[in-house]
Nanobody
Framework: QVQLVESGGGLVQPGGSLRLFCAAS????????IGWFRHAPGKEREGVSC????????YYADSVKGRFTISRDSVKNTVYLQMNSLKTKNTAVYYC???????????????????WGQGTRVTVSS
């Protein structure tokens, strides 16, 4: 059974950092392109970042470029999202999702990702 589990969310002050984890079970993450999405109250789910299964290339939304970093650890079968210089507007539930086809739009769109985790909540507040 394909399963993704996010963790690492929490409460952080503006300017702080968090590292999100996306752990996979039942499949090898290297066989999938992985996207990170976020869903803030009153807004649509937004593609934040993704990493390609074919060449490891990465994408970042303009709003997070230079502050967020996506990476993968094949041994641990985990994808990370390092988030620095967090802002209050980054408050959301963050999800990781897997795309098996190797082809996807940029910015990432939810319907191209077939497996999703349950999300981890990030709250940026003083």
């Amino acid at each position: 059974q394909v399963q993704l589990v996010e963790s690492g969310g929490g409460l952080v002050q503006p300017g702080g950092s968090l590292r999100l984890f996306c752990a996979a079970s039942g499949f090898t993450l290297d066989s999938y392109s992985i996207g990170w999405f976020r869903h803030a109250p009153g807004k649509e789910r937004e593609g934040v970042s993704c990493i390609s299964k074919t060449d490891g290339s990465t994408y970042y939304a303009d709003s997070v470029k230079g502050r967020f970093t996506i990476s993968r650890d094949s041994v641990k079968n985990t994808v990370y999202l390092q988030m620095n210089s967090l802002k209050t507007k980054n408050t959301a539930v963050y999800y990781c999702a897997a795309n098996s086809s190797g082809y996807y739009l940029l910015p990432p769109v939810p319907y191209e990702y077939e497996s999703w985790g349950q999300g981890t909540r990030v709250t940026v507040s003083s």
